[in-house]
């Protein structure tokens, strides 16, 4: 969640990073970004915020390997989930595995007992939790939790 990330994409890269996301919202020219991601040998990722359409992707979905739908405004933890991102991750899904069927659709904000059956129903394969784990006395117990949850149990 930067601005400007191409003047970073090594520094990330030799840090360590086996997967890189950049923001579409960041990235004016975002085909050349994701092809720099590849070539460093990273995964490459786009995420979109809330208020920007999934029909957007459309041009570079076949390139990225993971979409990142933001269901909170980037910012800070422990924002209460937009519902209508549901939706969202829906079409995105259909959209993504359509036309890239291994692609991972992730997605970020509010994630917790009460969102993640509906977001994974929806069609994402990889949550990201902050408050909901990290928020806990008891983490790996609420990593199971949500882990049921999100699988159906």
């Known amino acids: 969640m930067i601005e400007n990330p191409d003047l970073y ?12 996301t950049v923001h579409y919202e960041t990235c004016p020219h975002l085909y050349r970004t994701v092809q720099k991601i590849k070539s460093l040998g990273a995964r490459a990722g786009v995420c979109v915020n809330p208020a920007t359409p999934e029909t957007l992707l459309s041009d570079i979905i076949t390139d990225a390997d993971m979409i990142l739908i933001m269901s909170v405004n980037p910012g800070f933890g422990g924002q209460t989930f937009i519902p209508s991102s549901v939706e969202k991750i829906r079409r995105t899904s259909a959209m993504a595995f359509r036309a890239h069927p291994g692609i991972a659709l992730e997605v970020d904000g509010g ?3 009460t969102t993640a059956r509906a977001v994974v ?10 408050k909901s784990i990290f928020g806990s006395r008891d983490i790996p117990s609420a990593v199971r939790k949500l882990r049921a949850t999100a699988q159906g149990g």
């Open 121 to 130: 129903e929806a069609g994402a394969t990889v949550l990201v939790a902050g």
């Open 9 to 20: 994409l090594e520094d990330f890269r030799s840090a360590g990073a086996d997967s890189i």
């Open 111 to 113: 994630i917790d007992e």
